[in-house]
């Protein structure tokens, strides 16, 4: 089973700064995807990044040029960066993942029932 430990999440002013991360554990697969989807109160779970073992990385376009996901494989680790945040940015983050498929990593991770127990973010 995998496990999906988030940390990061934190109340920042617009503008600010923020840095997500994710530490995966009993997550072996040689091509995966992963990435952080957000959830707000009453609305669907929206990918704002993921990544593939490619490391072809995709993006919402709400996020485009002010967050950006990276991997450390060694580390078992993905992030977040998160530049210029707004208030429409506060929601809980969750990383997720899942084997990789012909599918883009977005779909993957939209699909998945595989994420951590979330992070929130609050933008003021």
């Known amino acids: 089973q995998v496990q999906l430990v988030e940390s990061g999440g934190d109340s920042v002013q617009a503008g600010g700064s923020l840095r997500l991360s994710c530490k995966a554990s009993r997550f072996t697969y040689d091509s995966y995807c992963m990435g952080w989807f957000r959830r707000t109160s009453g609305k669907e779970r929206e990918v704002v990044a993921s990544?593939?073992?490619?490391?072809?990385?995709e993006y919402a376009d709400s996020v485009k040029g002010r967050f950006t996901i990276s991997q450390d494989n060694a580390k078992n680790t993905v992030s977040l960066q998160m530049d210029s945040l707004r208030p429409e940015d506060t929601a809980m983050y969750y990383c997720?993942?899942?084997?990789?498929?012909?599918?883009?990593?977005?779909?993957?991770?939209?699909?998945?029932?595989?994420w951590g127990q979330g992070t929130q973010v609050t933008v003021s």
């Open positions: 990544l593939d073992s490619d490391g072809t990385t």
């Open positions: 997720a993942a899942d084997h990789g498929t012909s599918r883009s990593s977005r779909t993957v991770v939209a699909a998945t029932q595989y």
